[in-house]
């Protein structure tokens, strides 16, 4: 019996969790559902000041390219959040062997990463600490996605698209901190990947009718060929790489990526949240 199995039926937490990419877009939901959950939360920053966190979070600051700012933000922590990327550009971190190190010396007990797309040294690192129990959380499309449309909605009423039949199980970022808020405080969800999904398969007409339906008013669909929608992404800044990966990715989504499963609910015990309810929270983005 592995030691992630070993504990398998028990609950319960003692001391901190430590969410590293807190100010991101599911850290910020792992943050808030751990402290809905009444747990203490500590979220990493490289800059504090600018962090904006609910009352009842401590920050403190720290850079996981830099391994040993991160000594007394562990200090007391049970539980650890990691993303796979640092610094300004994003890039793939190296250092997850001593961050793993530091966070064995400061009992560590529950690491959960959030996937991020592919391999990676540090989540490579994580999977070959048999001592701890670690969870990789691995979403597929975020419903937050969808507000890269608001400025076109906002100003022509127009979501402009490629491939426009392409399918999506995307997920609301709400369940994927759920799911990792709970594998950070109950035992029994080491070694394990957590596919995260939402509840159904939608098409862009779908997602478009939903917000349409939040807003109050109408939205068209225009479908681009790809060359205009690499013009678009080339003229909103997106590199060559990330262009490249949006064409594979609409173009041939993957079955894993439009496949629903019931992750959310067997995790949390609720079943997980639909697109509409995710727009009618968002409706006040795609109003003029």
Partial sequence: MTNQESTEGTTGTEGTVLVTGATGTVGRQVVAELLRRGH????????????????????????????????????????????????????????????????????????????????????DAVRAGEDLAWTVVMPVEFMSNALEWADGIRGGDAVREPFTGRLSAMVHEGDIGAVAAVALTEDGHGGREYVITGPEVLTLKDK???????????????????????????????????????????????????TVVDTVEKVTGRPARTFAEWAAEHAVAFRA
């Fill in 40 to 123: 203490s939360v500590r979220a990493l920053t490289r800059d504090p000041a600018k962090a904006d966190f609910p009352a009842g979070v401590e920050v403190a600051q720290g850079d996981l390219t830099d391994p040993e700012s991160l000594v007394s933000a562990l200090e007391g922590v049970t539980g650890l959040h990691l993303i796979t990327f640092g610094g300004p550009y994003f890039a793939p971190l190296e250092t997850g062997s001593q961050i793993l190190e530091l966070a064995r010396k400061a009992g560590v007990r529950r690491i959960t990463v959030l996937h991020g797309g592919g391999p990676s040294p540090l989540e």
């Fill in 208 to 258: 478009t009718d939903a917000i349409a339906a939040a807003r109050g008013r109408e939205i068209r669909l225009v479908e681009l060929t790809e060359e205009q929608a690499v013009e678009q992404w080339r003229a909103a800044g997106q590199p060559d790489e990330v262009i490249g990966f949006l064409l594979e990715a609409y173009g041939n989504t993957p079955l894993v990526g439009r």
